[in-house]
């Protein structure tokens, strides 16, 4: 069964830093892969995207600020969040780009919960 398991979340004060990865189960070397987050009462959102050849891009509300990086070899993605807000805080998940591709049909990992709150 494939997995997305994400992991470094946690509760930082507004301003800090926080780095979240996310291992796959199987070679995600192909697909475009992102960061999602969904914050309570709102939907998920893609937060950051990069391609399988490295190229990344951002929501208007985490650029400059966040930094979307991947090891194909160790089918890691990662996640640098810096300069944390509190409007940062929700369960923040990794999948393809759209979300479900391939083996990764219909499914979503359990996330990691970021909480920005001093």
């Known amino acids: 069964q494939v997995q997305l398991v994400e992991s470094g979340g946690g509760l930082v004060q507004p301003g800090g830093s926080l780095r979240l990865s996310c291992v796959a189960s199987?070679?995600?070397?192909?697909?475009?892969m992102g960061w999602y987050r969904q914050a309570p009462g709102k939907q998920r959102e893609l937060v950051a995207r990069?391609?399988?050849?490295?190229?990344?891009s951002y929501a208007d509300s985490v650029k400059s600020r966040f930094t979307i990086s991947r090891d194909n070899a160790k089918n890691t993605m990662y996640l640098q969040m810096n300069s944390l807000k509190p409007e940062d805080t929700a369960v923040y998940y990794c999948?393809?780009?759209?979300?479900?591709?391939?083996?990764?049909?219909?499914?979503w990992g359990q996330g990691t919960q970021v909480t920005v709150s001093s």
């Open positions: 999948n393809t780009v759209p979300p479900g591709l391939g083996s990764y049909r219909r499914y």
């Open positions: 199987e070679n995600f070397g192909i697909y475009v």
């Open positions: 990069i391609t399988n050849g490295g190229s990344t």
